[in-house]
């Protein structure tokens, strides 16, 4: 077997409606093959792998599965499965899983869920190895590739902080973000809704706050000065001087860096000149800055309590204890570590809940003060203390003590958060009671955290976990009912997608919306271009839905983007499909009209229910999308159509469906009897006059559109009415003007159906000789290319062929195809092949007399718009008079 394509599709895609691995997997002679013809590979998968005996295949029951490898299945199909068992196994409940062939032999897509892109990708090809080996009668140990697949997953995954935020967020239907690959950097929710945070310090958190709990001496200063208490202390540059601290203080004493954090560095219960001496040295080597400052303070005697507080309420407390073992009166310590470490709660790090245990120089001083070493057979019941601090971080167990706390003591731990100036703040506490004033014990606060780690609260050692990640969550989103999302209209179709998307972001630009938008030629935010290129695929989501401006999202979804990487966003609340029709057939195994209306269906199949508010706009006019279309649509639909008395909307309209169409020369909106005048399609620019049909379709899906979004009838006549076909608001798309007497229509058209659109609009308005300058990427089939030719052979007078973009095909080839189709066509048409784009446009502007008509169908929109000086743009009512 040979995997020939293997990615992750990021969103809904032509085979889920969620993220999936895809694997073009050629399993070569293996086509031969099929399991039946393999003895005992069903009883060997499922010996090596137990748990997939729950696969209900398409069977239905459990078992399924197995049963269809006994029956005969393919490789592909095999391997599917093996990819999906390998991610439950460690850890990542996943099911959904598809394998279908394609118009090659032995070539077959392979689709299944994952939740961690890079640990999906990984299963797939210990996947394609494992079922390999099964068909070859080879031995298969499955430990080393879950091993290597942990491995991926601890690499890649959330810490358990940033994870229960992301959870409790994915709980609410909060779409979120990693914005730095290797970082926590995370953003929750759309454009102006959108909040960000790292690990636990959210956008929102306070520098000064952080930069208090950064450096200890500053903490105590503030929080003693309001009357919180606080251990005495004293900053230290040299041991000399933690010598004369720990006299004045009084012994015991505690070392600790001035700025540092999960307690490292820290050393307690100091009572020696020699234990100062090398606490202040392990104090030194954890300063996080250039100072040299380590603090000297009381050791105030008491339990380490860390208390939780979020948006100025508490709502954690654990009883933390640092990293011990208790004697059974068998083994040793060093053996009883051995064997706590085997915990599967613990982990390396944050990866666990829990972290392994470390023998270091502090662990060995404390066991020489309890008079033990590491091969001492400790006592039953008798308790080594291996930490000096009780951070989880180094191995230290939790208590959740949350409902104990006395009302009196949560009142001062919240003031602590505010006196701090910390949205979320983790307070180390040392006291002996929780359930007590802390007046009248001893304690102390001894650090507050920026940025606290949540492990201990989410899953204690003992006690009930706290659901932190949620009160964080309600924090940054107040609203119970806010999911975070902005108002995402996504646009698809062989041909118009870019008019449509332009229009429809004018219109709600109109409308005070601020709006980003992604199409075929640029990002824009609020009329800004930020990103220019091909943006009618995934990229352009993640570039506006991360924008903090945007209060709207419209975006251009072309074939491509879907089939490569999905959609990029979940779900939209509109979506638009206008048309489709034969173009880029051939590719990626998108041979029929039919293949690629499942392929265009994806963005209504992802569009809102109706019952939660999502529309679907419908050319009524093209058959495909009445009959695809209208299947796969979840939300409410809304047509238009050039009809008004289209008969497959009758009941539609009975059941006071919407319909945008023309009446009497005017665009208007139809629901059940009621009908409303939008505006007059000879006041609208891109209409021209009526010359061009396909863009009044345009114009009524962007209206539907944003009708769908509640846009105000008097909103969508001004956004249509403002809209013109110049290079400023629709640069490659219809643009016409006069350069020196001749005509000019500059657009996009690379495909026969776009041409046949074009055609009214290109008699209409020419005269004398139609001037043609136009390509084709190569990437199109040889029919299709030689189709265009002749369609434009029967358009233009005059037609120069050039090639930009031969995509995979010898040099020329792609000319040769459309300049041939365009001879076939057997025309009087003048052909010729001027392979430069530039040149071809020169040529042809060259040829042009006043009067004539250039058609200019070109890649570099804006070089062949300064090709053509003295231009002027006719006004509305010249055009009429054209």
């Known amino acids: 077997m040979n995997i020939l394509e293997c990615r992750a599709l990021r969103g809904p895609n032509y085979y889920s409606r969620y993220q999936a691995i895809y694997m073009r997997l050629d399993i070569e002679e293996l086509e031969d093959r099929p399991s039946d013809k393999v003895p005992g590979i069903a009883e060997k998968l499922e010996t090596l792998i137990p748990t997939i005996y729950e696969h209900r295949c398409s069977v239905g029951e459990a078992g399924g599965f197995l049963q269809r490898v006994r029956n005969g299945t393919y490789a592909g199909h095999m391997v599917e499965h093996v990819a999906i068992e390998l991610q439950n196994l460690i850890g990542f409940s996943v099911g959904y899983g598809k394998t279908v062939d394609s118009y090659e032999k032995g070539i077959y897509h392979v689709v299944f869920r994952y939740r961690d892109e890079a640990t999906g990708l990984a299963a797939g090809e210990a996947a394609v190895e494992i079922v390999k080996k099964l068909y070859d009668g080879e031995d298969v140990d499955l430990t080393p590739y879950i091993d290597s697949l942990k491995e991926v997953r601890d690499a890649n995954a959330l810490g358990p902080s940033t994870g229960s935020i992301v959870n409790a967020a ?32 959210t956008d929102a958190s306070g520098i000064i706050g952080h930069s208090i709990a950064d450096d200890k001496e500053w903490t105590k200063q503030v929080l003693d000065d309001a ?177 104990e706390v006395h009302p009196e003591v949560r009142f001062m731990m919240e003031r602590v958060g505010r006196l701090i100036g910390l949205d979320i703040i983790g307070i180390d506490l040392l006291a002996e009671n929780l359930s007590v004033p802390l007046d009248q014990q001893s304690a102390g606060v001894v650090e507050v955290n920026a940025g606290p780690g949540f492990r201990m609260h989410m899953a204690p050692t003992h006690g009930s976990p706290r659901p932190v990640g949620e009160h964080v969550v309600s924090m940054l989103f107040p609203d119970p009912t806010d999911d975070g999302r902005i108002p995402i209209t996504a646009i698809t179709g062989t041909n118009g997608k870019t008019t449509t998307t332009r229009l429809t972001t004018h219109i709600l630009r109109q409308a005070g919306r601020s709006v980003g938008m992604g199409c075929t030629g640029t990002v824009e935010i609020d009329n800004h271009v930020i990103l220019r290129g091909d943006y009618s695929g995934p990229a352009a989501a993640q570039a506006v839905l991360r924008e903090p401006t945007v209060e709207h999202a419209v975006l251009e979804v072309a074939r491509g983007g879907i089939m490569r990487r999905g959609l990029g966003f979940d779900e939209a ?62 939300g409410e639909i809304i047509y238009f159509t050039m009809n008004p008395d289209n008969p497959d909307l009758t009941e539609h309209l009975s059941n006071l469906g919407m319909v945008l169409t023309v009446k009497q020369g005017k665009i208007v909106m139809m629901r059940g009897k009621l009908t409303v005048e939008i505006v007059e399609v000879n006041d609208v620019p891109i209409a021209f006059e009526g ?38 608001q629709m640069p490659g798309r219809t643009n016409y003007f006069e350069a020196e007497g001749v ?19 290109v008699s209409g308005l020419a005269t004398k000789r139609k001037i043609g300058v136009a390509t084709a990427p190569g990437n199109r089939r040889d029919e299709d290319l030689a189709a265009l030719g002749a369609q434009l052979a029967r358009m233009c007078d005059i037609l120069y062929v050039y090639e930009t973009d031969s995509r995979g095909r010898e040099t020329g080839e792609t000319a040769k195809l459309i300049h041939d189709g365009a001879v076939s066509a057997r025309t009087s048409a003048q052909i010729q092949t001027i392979m430069d784009e530039q040149e071809a446009v020169a ?40």
């Open 170 to 201: 994915k709980a609410r239907n909060i779409p979120w973000y990693n914005l730095t690959e290797g970082t926590s950097y995370t953003q929750l929710g759309h454009g102006i809704k959108q909040r960000r945070f790292q690990a636990t310090v």
């Open 227 to 403: 009357g919180v208490p606080v251990p005495r202390g004293q900053i230290c540059y040299s041991v000399e001087e933690a010598q004369e601290a720990a006299d004045w203080l009084g012994w015991p004493v505690v070392t600790k860096p001035l700025s540092g954090n999960h307690g490292r560095g820290v050393t307690t219960d100091i009572n020696t000149p020699e234990d100062l001496k090398s606490g202040f040295e392990a104090a030194l080597a954890r300063v996080r800055d250039d100072s040299g400052a380590v603090i000297v303070e009381n050791y105030i005697k008491g339990e380490d309590h860390r208390i939780l507080v979020i948006d100025g309420k508490l709502v954690a407390a654990a009883r933390r204890r640092p990293a011990h073992v208790v004697g059974d009166g068998k083994h040793t310590i060093q053996q009883l570590v051995d064997i706590e470490n085997q915990d599967p709660r613990r982990g390396v790090g944050h990866e666990n809940v829990l972290t392994q245990i470390a023998i270091d120089v502090q662990s060995e001083r404390l066991l020489e003060q309890a008079g033990y070493t590491l091969d001492t057979v400790l006592p039953e019941g008798e308790i080594a203390f291996l930490k000096s601090t009780a951070n989880i971080s180094t191995g230290g167990t939790a208590a959740d003590i949350t409902d």
């Open 573 to 634: 609340d509109v979506g638009v499909l206008l048309n489709i029709a034969s173009d880029h057939l051939g590719e990626r195994d998108i041979h029929t009209l039919e293949d690629l209306a499942r392929c265009k269906t994806v963005v209504v199949d992802a569009t809102k229910r109706q019952e939660d508010g999502g529309y679907c706009v419908l050319n009524a006019d093209d058959p495909l999308v009445m009959d695809q279309g209208t299947y796969w649509a979840r």
């Open 691 to 728: 010359h061009a049909p396909f863009n009044v379709q345009n114009a009524m899906a962007a209206a539907a559109a944003a009708l769908a979004h509640g846009i105000e009838i008097d909103d969508i006549r001004a956004g249509l009415l403002t809209f013109h076909p110049t290079p400023a």
């Open 743 to 761: 005509k000019c229509l500059i657009d996009y058209g690379h495909n026969v159906p776009a041409l046949e659109a074009l055609q009214p609009l």
């Open 843 to 882: 040529s042809a502007i060259g040829e042009a007399e006043p009067g004539d008509f250039l058609l200019l169908l070109v890649d570099d929109i804006e070089g062949t718009t300064e090709r053509l000086k003295g231009r002027t743009y006719p006004t509305q009512a010249e055009l009429a008079k054209v």
